[in-house]
């Protein structure tokens, strides 16, 4: 199993940055996708997640109509729009993988090795 990373970087205030996370080794399309995140010093909180074929969507609160989760099950890819980012943003993001309720998948839970995001001027 892998969850890889990648898009993450340096953006600055107001801008955009987009993150993506390649899947293999598992059915993709029966795993709710999520990203989370942990700011230095804190944390790991949900930013935003999607159920299995991603019509179904949740945001962690600071994150509402600035970020955008999508995943293409034919790529075995979730993505992670963010627009106006803020400085508080900054954190290191990862990809997670959990098997849907109900379905054989479930109980299994699988993470990436996270990409740093910096929003700084």
């Known amino acids: 199993v892998q969850l890889v990373e990648s898009g993450g970087g340096l953006v600055q205030p107001g801008g955009s940055l987009s993150l993506s996370c390649a899947a293999s080794g598992f059915t993709f399309g029966s795993y709710i996708m999520s990203w989370y995140r942990q700011p230095p010093g804190k944390e790991r909180e949900l930013v935003a997640r999607?159920?299995?074929?991603?019509?179904?969507?949740n945001y962690g609160e600071s994150m509402k109509g600035r970020f955008t989760v999508s995943r293409d099950n034919a790529e075995n890819t979730v993505y992670l729009q963010m627009n106006s980012p803020k400085p508080e943003d900054t954190a290191v993001y990862y990809c997670?993988?959990?098997?849907?309720?109900?379905?054989?998948?479930?109980?299994?839970?699988?993470w990436g090795q996270g990409t740093q995001v910096t929003v700084a001027s």
């Open positions: 999607s159920d299995k074929g991603g019509g179904s969507t």
């Open positions: 997670n993988a959990r098997g849907a309720y109900g379905s054989s998948d479930w109980g299994y839970d699988y």
